[in-house]
Nanobody, 121 residues
Framework: QVQLVESGGGLVQAGGSLRLSCAAS????????FGWFRQAPGKEREFVAG???????ILSDSVKGRFTISRDSAKNTVYLQMNSLKPEDTAVYYC???????????????WGQGTQVTVSS
């Protein structure tokens, strides 16, 4: 069993930055792929970024060049650094863990409760 707790969301002006954290419980942190997804009101949950157990990462086209995903195995934590934020980045951001391809939303076994990110124009 893996429990995920996100933090770091908030209100920021367009062009600003936020860093989301996802703290994971359990001893199998290093064997999981982690992903960040987001869901805006009235829209489906979409892939944002993912990082494999080996450290390989992938980003969606909409955030490439602005967001970075990383993991710290010593702290059992995955981060999403978000720069140059835009109003269209406003959503609830979810962390997920699983033994799956990073972009495969259906393949994740564990999900956090989500953290709200609001970008004002």
């Amino acid at each position: 069993q893996v429990q995920l707790v996100e933090s770091g969301g908030g209100l920021v002006q367009a062009g600003g930055s936020l860093r989301l954290s996802c703290a994971a419980s359990g001893r199998t942190f290093s064997t999981y792929t982690f992903g960040w997804f987001r869901q805006a009101p009235g829209k489906e949950r979409e892939f944002v970024a993912g990082i494999t157990w080996a450290g390989g990462s992938i980003l969606s086209d909409s955030v490439k060049g602005r967001f970075t995903i990383s993991r710290d195995s010593a702290k059992n934590t995955v981060y999403l650094q978000m720069n140059s934020l835009k109003p269209e980045d406003t959503a609830v951001y979810y962390c997920a863990a699983g033994r799956t391809l990073p972009f495969d939303k259906g393949g994740y076994d564990y999900w956090g409760q989500g953290t709200q990110v609001t970008v004002s124009s």
